[in-house]
């Protein structure tokens, strides 16, 4: 298995690795192929400066794709199919402040040319192995919009309320009194 020290020693607790993510999670496993690919696409220094900089948190996708199959929505037939991969996910710990009280047009103009928000899937993989593997669930108390569209066209959010599951909703985007901010993560 791959020695984790430098992206271990920039990072702390916000860097995130397949063993960590193999010792807390019951039923997930990578391959060798997966743990070689894992290993050599650790971002480079000067990256992992940047994520400890911005309080970025690095953590390792699933061993297999997960879609969204009912796995993490109730109402599975009212939402497009997405997915997590097996990658790196480079996600920030705050919410876009200046994103809360906006539009999704609006936020959209927030993101930098190497931003983007993650999808409803993505951003519940990267809380909950957060929860499972630190023990502290982000975004507590907090509305965050996700890249996420339902099959009408709404937006798909996630709440995070205490030590609960998260909840997902879905949000018409008419106007600008919603309290939905959003999560950039790093391409």
């Known amino acids: 298995m791959k020695n984790y020290d430098l992206p271990r020693a920039i990072l702390g607790e916000d860097f995130i690795s397949p063993e960590d993510v193999i010792n807390s999670r019951k039923g997930i496993s990578y391959t060798e192929e997966q743990l070689v690919k894992f290993s050599e696409t650790v971002p480079a220094q000067e990256i992992l400066e940047w994520c400890r900089d911005n309080n970025y948190m690095l953590i390792v996708g699933p061993s297999c794709s997960i879609y969204n199959n009912g796995v993490f929505y109730v109402d599975k037939d009212k939402f497009n199919t997405e997915k997590v991969e097996t990658k790196w996910y480079m996600v920030c710990k ?9 539009n999704w047009e609006e936020q959209q103009k927030l993101l930098s040319e190497f931003e983007m928000v993650l999808n409803a899937v993505e951003f519940l993989w990267a809380i909950t192995v957060y929860k499972v593997v630190r023990g502290i669930y982000l975004f507590r108390g907090v509305s965050v919009r996700t890249s996420s569209l339902d ?17 997902v909703g879905y949000h018409w985007d008419g106007d600008r009194e919603s309290n939905l901010g959003f999560v950039v993560a790093r391409k």
Not at 151 to 167: A, E, H, M, Q
């Open 151 to 167: 099959l009408d066209g709404n937006n798909i959010y996630v709440n995070v309320f205490s030590d609960r599951k998260p909840t």
């Open 94 to 102: 705050n919410l876009v402040s200046s994103s809360v009280y906006t």
